[in-house]
């Protein structure tokens, strides 16, 4: 695939700079990612970020730190122009002794507490950055902390660069309430779970509200998805062993009910944050639904199951592979597999006379 308009004799354009030849604000670089065809946008080093985390501020202290005094940059990177309304991003920081980096998760409406698709391409990133000092054929360790925990990549390596699949395995997951009524506007009473993997998801079937998770329009199940989330928060009180800053309904996940073990994969779609949908089977969601499915008794420990995206067809394996105690919860570790990939890398600018420099969000 050639570039166009980039060099070569061009019409007469040989040794043309593309512009903007003189910058009058912030230059953001960033790398690009997906995984699942969830998207991943990198920002390696933002110098305020770099500060705080150098005078010691906490993960999550820092993620209120970015969000009262910074957030103009998360605005600028992921909404239009320059991203849209499905955008995800990451902020990197320097890890704490033993660990490779620090991660803030960006999204159209705030800021995340865990992101599994973000981790597999941050995994890669690690290596191929040289973020690990020594990487180990045929797979090396990252140790990445995200703002709910510590998660270790496991990545492919082959001397030169990274390779797929990367898996993780999570901080401890466990179901938060299970069989709960919940009344939705416009759709009655409903039945869900609320799970924890890194981050709190509402699940049920499509089924309930009337809707087919792999055939109905996709805006009829994103408004379905956003009604539950909304009558969960307003009727279900969360509460996190370690932090209330982690105790929020993150999105609901609408699924095609089969939660029992198949070898055949089960389909979901994740809506999350102000109504964004994740293109990918969602890394959180996946352990979140395995510590539901564990803790019903519907799998036991290594049995993997695959998880499909209704919006890309992608997939995800997830599987419980040890117990673990949180708080005054049974939990598991789940270990979630998945492929991401390099798109590129860009530069962005933001010229201070623009009135829409720092973004707009149109749904």
Known sequence: MAAQGGGGDGGGRAG??????SLSGAVLQTVEMHTGGEPLRI???????????????????????????????????????????????????????????????????????MCGHAVMGLGRFALDYGLVAAPSRPETAVRLRCPCGLVTAFVPWDGQRSGNPVRFHSVPAYAAATDLAIDVPGHGKVVVDIGYGGTFYAFLSAE????????????DLVSAASAVTEAVKKQFKLHHPESEDLAFLYGTILTDGKDAFSEE?????????????????????V??????QYHKGLIQLEQTRTFRSSTTGSLFTGKAVKEAKFGNYNAVIVEVSGEAFYTGTATFTVEEEDPLKHGFFFK
């Open 265 to 285: 994969p089960t389909t979901n779609i994740c809506v999350f944050a102000d109504e964004q949908v994740d293109r990918s089977p969602t890394g959180s969601g």
């Open 16 to 21: 043309r700079a593309l512009p903007p030849h």
């Open 287 to 292: 352990t979140a639904r395995i510590a539901l």
């Open 208 to 219: 309930q509200l009337g809707l087919d998770v792999c055939s109905s329009k996709t805006r």
């Open 43 to 113: 920002v390696p080093r933002l110098e305020a970020a770099e500060q705080a985390a150098a005078a010691g501020l906490s993960l999550l202290s820092l993620r209120r730190e970015l969000a009262a005094g910074q957030d103009h940059v998360r605005r600028a990177l992921m909404h239009e122009p320059r991203g849209h309304a499905g955008m995800y991003g990451a902020v990197v920081v320097r890890g704490a002794e033993g660990e490779h980096m620090a991660v803030v998760f960006l999204h159209c409406a705030g800021y995340s507490a």
